[in-house]
């Protein structure tokens, strides 16, 4: 996976981030273009390249929804579908909106647990590389964004 090989990285959903961060700025200081402004301009153009991707890649690893959607996307688990369980719960959330309740508490507890249960699921993928694994995360994604585009007024 592109992204992982650039700064040298075994793909993983759990990784490092000050490590990775210590990567990208040492990366960086190579590509940086006053380090090529004698060189051909072939060269600048792949140095500007190299430097557009790393970038690209700094800011896709160094979110874990942004990581693990890249590493579903290479994987072939792509799928964003709702959770049926989840439309009928959203639909009662709604319901009691409906009725002036105010659910946006629950909501955003309901955000706070499916993001507390992450760590886990990408620590179990990376040891065990299972696609059942990456599916269950895919699943875990997709409810976490139904449920942060209800926060956030989307839906």
């Keep these: 996976m592109e992204y992982f090989e650039v700064f040298g990285l075994e ?8 490590d990775l961060e210590r990567r990208f700025y040492s990366r960086s200081r ?9 060189a051909s301009r072939e060269q ?15 800011r896709a690893l160094k ?12 994987h072939g688990v792509d799928s964003k579908t709702v959770p049926p369980d989840l439309l ?3 639909f009662e959330l709604n319901m009691a909106r409906e009725e002036g309740e105010d659910v946006s508490e629950q909501l955003r507890k309901m955000l706070t647990e499916i993001d507390a249960s992450l760590p886990s699921k990408f620590s179990a993928w990376d040891e065990s590389q299972d696609r059942k694994d990456l599916e269950e995360i ?9 449920v942060e ?3 956030h007024g989307h839906v």
Excluded: C, G
């Excluded at 793909?11 to 000050?18: E, N, Q, Y």
């Excluded at 190579?30 to 402004?37: G, K, M, Q």
């Excluded at 600048?44 to 700094?58: F, I, P, R, V």
């Excluded at 979110?63 to 290479?74: C, F, G, M, N, S």
């Design 149 to 151: 585009n209800i926060v």
């Design 44 to 58: 600048q153009q792949q140095a500007l390249a190299q430097s557009s991707l790393l970038n690209d890649a700094y």
């Design 88 to 90: 009928e719960e959203m």
């Design 30 to 38: 190579e590509l940086h273009p006053d380090r090529f402004v004698r």
């Design 11 to 18: 793909p993983r959903l759990s990784i490092d981030l000050t």
């Design 63 to 74: 979110d874990p929804i942004t990581r693990a959607e890249y590493i579903l996307k290479h």
């Design 138 to 146: 895919r699943a875990t994604l997709n409810r976490r964004r139904y």
